[in-house]
Structures are given as structure tokens and as C-alpha cells.
């Protein structure tokens, strides 16, 4: 089973439906034991990176997200969800950074660009070796942020330019996420969803 983890961020539904295309049963759910459990958890998000750790707090997420990763157990952050991953975000006018979930230590910061935000298909240059983008590796996918990582984490990290270079997907162990929204970003994104959902 794959548990879409809910905290009020999110395409929930539309998330729902593009994994259960992957032939696993599929839970939306703000349960901490429900997503202990689960085969796979997915972490999304939309909006402000401090919104989101607020919304995560409430259901005690930074405990579940880090629990299920120190007991090796597969997380899968996507836009937000990816970024709150990271240690800081400083997404906010005050200039101060926000504290993450911690996994990756490194800030997200705003991407230098003509125009922001970043929205639309853009390609990525992808890492050898890469689970997530096996097949996968010369198409493009649906962006909407205008904050990312530029730091290299984890053990394969997948770039993407757009102003300047950024991290669009980062596999480390049982952690992986994607700044782009495979949900929405066709028969490509589909692809990916089987390819983390078949390594579960």
C-alpha cells in the first residue's frame, strides 16, 4: 500500500489517482500509523515552504517522515514535499530561514530567473544510475515553484535550468523526491511513479 500523506498541501486527489495507477492500493491519510506502515509515503505539497511545515507539525509529520526514513522505510517528497525535506527554506520576506524536516542539509532558496515562477515543462539532466528516471531520462515534466535547491545531497541528484542550475529530483537510500509534479506531468510522470513504485 502506498499512503499519500495528508497535512492540508497538496493535489491530494489528483495524486491519489496517478499512484494507484501503479497497481497499488492507494490511502490518503493523516494516520502517524497508517504512514509508519505503509509501503511507500508519499509527502506532496503546494503553497509557502513555512505553510507547509506548519500544516506537518500539526500531524506530528517531521516525526513520521523521519521515523519511517531511520527504519528504512520509502518516502517520496514532491515539489514542496521535496523541499521541506531539506534543512532550511527561506521563502519568506523577513529574510529568515525557515527549519525543514532536517533529511538533506542544505537551504532552499529562490531561483534566479527573468520570471518566477518557474511553470511549465521543462527537461532534466538526469543521474546516472537513476531509479526514478530509468526510460525516462530525455523527457520533460510539469514545474510550478519559483524556490529550489542548488546544493548536490544524496547519492543521485537530477538537475534542471531554468535562470540557473537547480535540483529537480534527488534519490538517497530510502528518501527520494522530485521539484517537479509527476502527477501532472503526463505519461513521463506517470513512468516515474511505476519506477519508485516497483522499487518499494
Not at 518516502?75 to 523577513?94: P, R, T, W
Not at 530561514?97 to 520570471?115: E, L, Q, R, S
Not at 528518501?175 to 511505476?194: D, R, Y
Request: aromatic share 8%.
Amino acid at each position: 500500500m502506498i499512503a499519500i500523506l495528508d497535512y492540508g498541501s497538496g493535489n491530494l486527489r489528483s495524486a491519489e489517482r496517478a499512484f494507484a495507477t501503479a497497481g497499488h492500493d492507494v490511502v490518503v491519510t493523516s494516520d502517524a500509523n497508517v504512514a509508519f506502515e505503509a509501503d511507500g509515503l508519499v509527502v506532496p505539497g503546494v503553497g509557502a515552504f513555512a505553510a507547509c511545515m506548519k500544516g506537518l507539525q500539526t500531524i506530528n509529520g517531521k516525526e513520521i517522515i523521519r521515523k519511517r526514513i531511520s527504519s528504512e522505510r520509502s518516502v517520496l517528497g514532491i515539489c514542496i514535499g521535496m523541499q521541506i525535506l531539506f534543512s532550511y527554506g527561506d521563502e519568506h520576506s523577513d529574510g529568515a530561514p525557515h527549519d525543514g524536516v532536517g533529511i538533506w542539509d542544505a537551504i532552499v532558496t529562490k531561483i534566479t530567473a527573468p520570471i518566477l515562477p518557474h511553470m511549465g515543462w521543462n527537461t532534466v539532466e538526469a543521474a546516472q544510475g537513476s531509479t526514478l528516471m530509468k526510460g525516462i531520462e530525455d523527457q520533460a515534466f510539469y514545474f510550478v515553484h519559483s524556490f529550489a535547491a542548488k546544493e548536490p545531497v544524496g547519492v543521485h541528484q537530477t538537475w534542471t535550468t531554468y535562470g540557473e542550475k537547480f535540483l529537480s529530483a534527488v534519490e538517497d537510500g530510502y528518501v527520494s523526491a522530485t521539484q517537479f509534479h509527476p502527477e501532472k506531468s503526463g505519461v513521463a510522470g506517470l513512468a516515474l511513479i511505476k519506477n519508485w513504485s516497483n522499487s518499494l
